[in-house]
């Protein structure tokens, strides 16, 4: 293979990586899922270290409220409103001519994860809630693909590699996703910029250790940051693996058979769709609300939360946990509002 | 009582246990990982896991956001 020495030379030079670690970077493989501030930063520390094949998965469309943030995104594509994997894949096309990037306009469901996700070296999650994240471990630990789980919101964030059979996996540590509306999202509780790049530059220094094939210095902690009101601390997670851990203990794949995760089901053939929760969920209503006026028009009473996400959408919440998303026959845009609004 | 929390001393009083640690800082038990002296605790343990002064905690949260 052909390297070429000008333009990775810097990185050529740093001595970890040198002439082999490049040519390991330009013969890999790596799927980013989600593009949003995450995936922006992850995919251009990807594409500009020369990582060979870079497949970029998104299922939402650039709006004015991601420039502040998502680094590949302009105000051309806002006002187009064009997919983000195809804004990514335009603006990474002229960075780095030499490699191949492949947009994917996708939902990552139980269904298309393994296609999307089993021909790779290494996953990197740019991912926007807590239920997509089961299922890259679920595919991951399945396939014994390393992942960097990442994620930050306001102005902290928290990251962690993944090596199957190794390391814990999200499982051993978290054995479900918090109950919907009970966390905080980017849509609830804003975030800034500088989180984002500080987990994301995290994530892709380990995703370039596990490309050049330095496993030894793979980070085994898990490392928390605050980047406003405190400071940085971790967690040694070297002997955190349980043997009784559902997914890479027992090998059951509970969120890739799509027996646990969101149970997603369409109404009335056109403009409602039903979200509900696989096992029923006590909501805290008035909280719910709380939460939501800060992001838009609420309307409330005892039994449901009515929430104007845009003109045409809303998102109606009820107390055990189901949600419907009326104004959109659309799943993907559905899940989309309903995890960042909601939280999943 | 004084515990080190993330590397800085707090005082919390009436805690027992490490499930009064959780109380008292209102934590959502189902998104962090606790690690008492140096132990990660399974969270079906945090009701019997004795908390004393100066003992070292340090609590992470499982991040959702990304966006």
Known sequence: MEVDSTRYSRQILFEPIGEDGQKRLLQSRVAIVGMGALGTVLANHMVRAGVGFVRVIDRDFVEASNLQRQMLYDESHAAEGMPKAIAAYESLRRVNSGITIEPVVADLTWQNAEELLSDVDLVLDGTDNFQVRFLVNDVCVKHSIPWVYGGG????????????????????????????????????????????????????????????????KVRRTMLNLGLWDYGTNSIDISRARRADCPCCGRGEYAFLESRAGDETVSLCGRNTIQISPSEPWDVDLPALAKRLEQSGRVEANKFLVRFYATEEIRLVTFGDGRVLVQGTDDLSVARSLYAKYIGM | MKLIINGQEREIDHAQTLADVVAHFNLNERIVVIEHNLNIIPRELYTETVVVAGDKIEIVHFVGGGC
């Open chain 1, 153 to 216: 919101v306001s102005a902290h964030g928290m990251t962690m590699p993944i090596l199957p059979g190794e390391t814990p996996c999200l499982r051993c540590l978290f054995d479900s996703a918090p109950a919907p509306g009970t966390t905080q999202t980017c849509d609830t509780a804003g975030v800034i910029g500088p989180i984002i790049h500080v987990v994301a530059s995290y994530q892709a220094v380990e995703a370039m250790k596990i490309l050049v094939g330095a496993q030894d």
